[in-house]
């Protein structure tokens, strides 16, 4: 039996010191041995420096790239690159990731199933195979990318694993074809990838930010283990989307430690989905980040699951700006006046998956804090469903877990 390959992909602005994401927290449970590797990529903007103009321009560029994807090639090449060179035939990959650092394992996992994966002394090559997976979207020619693998020899092999808190995200990039005007990009097989067994996907319910609206996952696909088969082996894709209560950092964390008892109800969903399917965690770390455990030295660092806890608002007057910005109403997702095409998001809730589950915790929130009532969600005695959608998009209901 092969070994367990685990990439886990921060998000932008999250720090690998004082509060932690659930990324991070997730790199200290996995187990770390010959069994299981484990890489950890920090995401754009996150690694402190030591000046306050460093520290400034640190800060700028982490808000450049919360706006267009800014950094994101780099971080998808690194992680793709550690994965083709420990990979042998055999071996499970699991990828996890959270915000802007979602997309980037979804963007990994697009690039395997699309290029394949190099083989180690080819890893010179990583950043052509990067150029021809974006240039499939660019010209819309997928024969680039699959061109690109085939020329190199390129292995096959699929994603075991994929478990994201909150994706969000697409590449705001220039178009030489539109005299450089930014444009909305979607890297190839992010939204439906054939390569990937089993999908998890942590949502925030109460999310209204523009520049975080969710990045759904399409439903009903097919996983195809053998796409080269005669036959080609067909088999349905595991995918849950788990809806949770709270703004994007309530779900992947990243607040103050004291102030994260919401987000211990994802960070432990998705470590439970992934310990299923042979995920390994250090037991005590778990129940010490997790559940809120003494260590066994009696020391005590780390807050419980918590429904009642804080739920964040993520609107800071920085943000509203960006509210009162005309948007196409293309995108629009809730119930806003439009002029001559375009309205005004002013915090517009979350249309959430159709396929969404709500999780048990969202219940008992409700039922606990008498003002939690979002708007994305109807409570009834049977449960919460979603609302009927606003007359330009359909309509979705949620279930229960």
């Keep these: 039996m092969g070994k367990n390959i685990v990439v886990l992909c921060d998000g932008t602005g999250n720090q690998v010191e004082g509060d932690l994401s659930n990324v991070l927290k997730l790199f200290r449970i996995a187990v770390k041995n010959e069994q299981q590797i484990v890489y950890y990529n920090a995401g754009v903007g996150t690694i402190g420096l030591s000046s306050e103009w460093g520290r400034v321009f640190q800060d700028a560029k982490a808000i450049f790239g ?50 394949g994966l190099l083989r180690p002394a080819q890893l010179n090559v990583v950043s052509y195979a990067l150029t021809a997976y974006k240039r499939a979207s660019q010209d819309n020619k997928l024969k680039i990318a699959w061109d690109f693998g085939r020329v190199m020899g390129a292995r096959h092999a699929t994603i075991h694993f994929l478990g994201v808190w909150d994706t969000v995200a697409s590449m705001i990039v220039p178009r030489p074809d539109r005299l450089y005007l930014p444009s909305l990009r979607t890297l190839p097989y992010t939204r439906k990838n054939p390569s990937v067994r089993c999908f998890r996907h942590a949502v925030a319910i109460d999310e209204r930010r523009r520049m975080f609206r969710l990045n759904k996952w399409e439903p009903d696909q097919i996983y195809e283990p053998l796409p080269f088969a005669n036959p080609p082996s067909k088999i349905a894709q595991d995918v849950v989307e788990m809806g949770f209560a709270g703004v994007h950092s309530d779900v992947g ?55 009642t806890a804080e739920l964040h608002n993520s609107l800071t007057w920085a943000w509203w700006v960006l509210e009162l910005l005309p948007k196409c109403v293309r995108w629009r997702e809730w119930k806003r006046c439009s002029i001559l095409g375009w309205y005004l998001p002013q915090a517009e809730p979350r249309r959430l998956p159709e396929n969404l589950l709500v999780h048990s915790s969202v219940d008992k929130r409700h039922a606990l804090v008498s003002d939690y009532r979002p708007a994305n969600i109807l409570f009834s005695n049977t449960g919460p469903a979603t609302p009927e959608a606003p007359k330009s998009s359909a309509g979705s209901m949620s279930g229960r877990n």
Aim: charged content about 20%; hydrophobic content about 40%; proline content about 4%.
């Design 66 to 115: 919360l706006a267009t994807g800014y950094g994101l090639d780099d971080n998808i090449a690194d992680a793709y690159r550690f994965v083709c060179e420990h990979y042998q035939e055999g071996d499970r990959i699991f990828l996890f990731g959270f915000s802007r650092g979602s997309y980037t394992v979804r963007a990994v996992a697009g690039m395997i199933h699309m290029v």
């Design 253 to 307: 964390g990243g607040y103050p430690e004291e102030e994260s008892g919401l987000s211990k109800f994802p960070l432990a969903w998705l470590i439970e989905e992934a310990i299923g399917q042979g995920l390994l965690t250090d037991t005590v770390m778990y129940e010490c980040l997790v559940n809120g455990k003494p260590l066994p030295d009696g020391r005590k660092f780390y807050v419980a699951q918590d429904a």
